[in-house]
């Protein structure tokens, strides 16, 4: 049986389920809930913490990006996204955590909250959506997620400060990428997952596309995981 996956396409934690569900040869199809589906309760009615990605399978309903990858991991183990050795194990959740709580700030404030950026984002979060649901997104959703991102404290920085902050997370992947393929051991891992999903939707931000631009090491490590894990 085909497996659905809930999501918002533009998500970063969808992205990396969807990328987990193509490495280990699952199949699955999509169903995009847009921002109408949301008012209306049908998020609730999936996910009790209203938060996508959901993956109905096997007969389950799961959702929160790191519990599905780690319950597929324990039904479809192979190919393993979670070391078996202890350290490596435990580097993987680092850098995950990283990913999922300190860039994905970054690429939030960058795609939603600057004008520029927001104009062409918002438009995409609700292609599926009407016009009157799109007109009302124009304005409320940079401001939704100016308050999130301030209430965390990225969004509290100046955008200079903020880029700066960016830009040594970049400077220090770099540095640790250094002779290695992957970011821990020597194969593909949820961490390399969790932060190219990040970067490549930071990737959508002028800003960001500017600062990815003098790393490298980052950009080829970044097209590594985008053709090891794109669904053929």
Sequence with gaps: MTAILYQYELSPFCDKVRRALNLKGIAYRTEEVNVLDTLRGRLKKLSPAAKLPVLVIDGETLSDSTDIIHWLETRYPEPRLIPANAKEQALVHFLEDWADESLYFHEMHLR?????????????????????????????????????????????????????????????????????????????????????AQLFCIAGALEGQDLLQRHAGVRAWMARVEVASNKA
């Design 112 to 196: 939603f909250t600057l004008p520029h950026n927001a104009k062409r984002w918002v438009a995409e979060v609700t292609a599926h959506d009407n016009l009157i649901i799109q007109n009302i997104a124009k304005v409320a959703v940079p401001i939704t997620m100016r308050k999130t991102t301030e209430a965390q404290g990225t969004g509290r920085k100046p955008l200079a400060t903020l880029l700066h902050d960016l830009d040594r997370h970049l400077q220090m992947l770099e540095q640790w990428l250094d002779g290695r393929e992957w970011l821990v051991g020597d194969r593909l891992t949820l961490a390399d997952l969790a932060v190219y």
